[in-house]
């Protein structure tokens, strides 16, 4: 029987992330919300944690190997805190992580050592396009292939800290293979333009940006991977993972502050969390809750053993988008009145919830 039991490193990063989420996170994240603007000094303790460079390889200079169960583990907890600041921390690793798989040893060698600086790391993806229809697999984004550069056309949409990144990785379609890869994009390359800040529901403290990629000239090693390219398919089931974390993080939150709340408001004489109908909401969160736990870690255990992971990424991602809206209403629900009300952080957290069947491409463990 497979155990999902944290290993002693695993339970160490866990309690430290819980006590940043707790002590630093969840006290920032209201202003941040209102001015829609992230607090600069929650996502600097965020990124001295050292997230990204424990999954840098020891002979590139960081700490161990990547490892989906603990980036899936991570990701939930970072977003019990706050979902657009867990974004912004972990945005980084939209770039470093895929470096890390697919990069070749040239490109490990001079990118990689930049994440391992105290400081943050602006870096980012650019996956997600405008439009209803968006497939994954048939980008909108194109490159060509001629005179040894590439050329890259097409618009990009919530691309996370796009303004101040110092590097980008594109996802394109090849127009001669058909296949999705990924290209290196460095800050100012001409023909990159970043649009006005995207005005967003949820994650309002997290800065994204649509950005319009007009004959963007590359050198044919920008690719990533080079000539032997990427594992898309890989990469987006590490994304579905990443993104079902985070979502049952967002639903916990708010499952565990409606129970605390549904335990300590008295109504004719005793707990609201007494009454049928408040309890069995709250029962039937905490099982929805569990459920898209155990089917995020599944998923990631497979990618960690090097399997096809396709099916159950899908299924996990699929079932947290829906379970984080379901319990996220429910706490404002449990709330009553209450629950509609600003100061309150239900409200937040069901208009986060409400936000992820949008967010593809815009997490990675």
């Not at 155990?3 to 160490?12: A, M, V």
């Not at 991570?74 to 980084?92: N, Q, R």
Request: contains cysteine.
């Amino acid at each position: 029987m497979v155990s999902f039991t944290p290993t002693d490193e695993q339970q160490l990063l866990l309690d430290t992330i819980r006590r940043y989420a707790l002590n630093d996170m969840r006290g920032a994240a209201h202003e941040a919300d209102e001015a829609s603007e992230p607090a600069s000094d929650v996502v600097r303790t965020g990124w001295q944690i050292g997230l990204i460079p424990s999954a840098i390889p020891e002979e590139l200079g960081g700490f161990g190997e990547m490892s989906a169960i603990t980036g899936a583990l991570a990701a939930e907890e970072l977003a019990f805190g706050d979902l657009a600041t867990a974004l912004h921390v972990l945005a980084p690793a939209l770039f470093a992580y895929p470096v890390a798989l697919y990069g070749t040893a040239e490109q490990r060698e001079n990118l990689l050592p930049l994440f391992l600086d105290e400081r943050f790391v602006p870096a980012t993806a650019a996956l997600l396009e405008p439009g209803i229809f968006f497939d994954p697999h048939n980008l909108q984004t194109m490159a060509s292939t001629a005179d040894g550069q590439v050329c890259l056309s097409g618009v990009k949409a919530n691309v996370p800290l796009a303004d101040t990144a110092r590097l980008m990785l594109v996802y394109a379609r090849n127009i001669e293979s058909g296949s999705v890869d990924a290209y290196i994009v460095e800050k100012d390359t001409p023909g990159v333009q970043i649009e006005q800040r995207e005005q967003l529901m949820g994650i309002r403290a997290l800065p994204t940006y649509r950005v319009q990629l007009n004959n963007v000239l590359l050198p044919a090693s920008a690719r990533l991977g080079g000539a032997v390219g990427l594992n898309f398919a890989a990469l987006l089931n590490r994304s579905q993972v990443a993104l079902a974390a985070l979502a049952v993080g967002v639903a916990r939150a708010s499952y565990e502050y409606a129970k605390d709340y549904a335990k300590q408001r008295v109504q004719f004489g005793k707990p609201i969390a007494q009454n049928q109908s408040i309890a069995f909401m709250l029962a039937e969160a905490a099982i929805e809750i569990d459920s898209a736990r155990l089917l995020a870690w599944e998923a990631a255990w497979k990618l960690d053993q090097g399997e096809d992971a396709t099916r159950e990424a899908y299924l996990a991602r699929q079932y947290a988008d829906q379970m984080v809206l379901r319990v996220a209403d429910a706490g404002v629900q449990v709330l009553g009145g209450y629950g509609f009300i600003r100061e309150y952080p239900v409200e937040r957290w069901l208009r986060n919830g409400r936000g992820f069947p949008t967010f593809t491409g815009m997490a990675i463990v």
